[in-house]
């Protein structure tokens, strides 16, 4: 009959032995060491080019121009989308200060409407009169002289 108040101290000894011994074994910070010196160098990655901010109406041209013509011309319009090498003659560098200077306004949008064929340049630069807007080839274009070096 005494013999269940021995049991009953003897469980609540063992399980505050239990407790007590995971309360001590926390050999878990290494691992957490390890994540917090990784996130730095994460947080530096793609920090590099801190992009200005653009009014809306290049917003707009930005998007039209990612989605649209940096297969080929590139991210920064250096001709070096993913698709450029299967072109020749290759996009030239839309960021060219020379090139920027050499074209109003009025021809690069007209190069865009009318693409290459229409223009005397590559056929391989497409007409893009039917799939954009008006206002769009000029947002577009607007943003093709935020390239400018
Ligand atoms: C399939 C590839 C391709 C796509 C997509 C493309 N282009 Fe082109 N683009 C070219 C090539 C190639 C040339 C160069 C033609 C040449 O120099 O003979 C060119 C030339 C141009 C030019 C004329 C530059 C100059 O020398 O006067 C402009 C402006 C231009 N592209 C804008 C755009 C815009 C804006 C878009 C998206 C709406 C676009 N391109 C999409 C291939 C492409």
């Not at 020749?88 to 690069?108: C, E, G, M, T, V």
Request: charged share 20%; net charge positive.
């Amino acid at each position: 009959m005494s013999l269940k108040p021995a049991v009953i101290l003897l469980l609540l000894l063992t399980g505050g032995a239990c407790a007590r011994r995971k309360a001590a074994a926390p050999p878990a910070p290494q691992p957490a060491a390890a994540e917090t010196a990784a996130q730095p160098a994460a947080a530096e990655a793609p920090s590099a080019p801190p992009e200005p901010p653009l009014p809306y109406e290049l917003r707009l041209g930005r998007a039209v121009y990612r989605h649209y013509c940096a297969t080929c011309h590139g991210e920064t319009g250096a001709g070096d989308g993913f698709n450029a090498f299967n072109l020749d003659p290759r996009p030239k560098d839309l960021s060219d200060p020379a090139l920027q200077k050499a074209k109003s306004d009025a021809d690069l949008i007209d190069a865009v409407r009318r693409g290459g064929a229409g223009v005397g340049l590559s056929p391989l630069m497409p007409p893009w009169a039917r799939t954009l807007t008006a206002v769009q080839i000029e947002q577009v274009v607007g943003y093709i002289r935020t390239f400018r070096k």
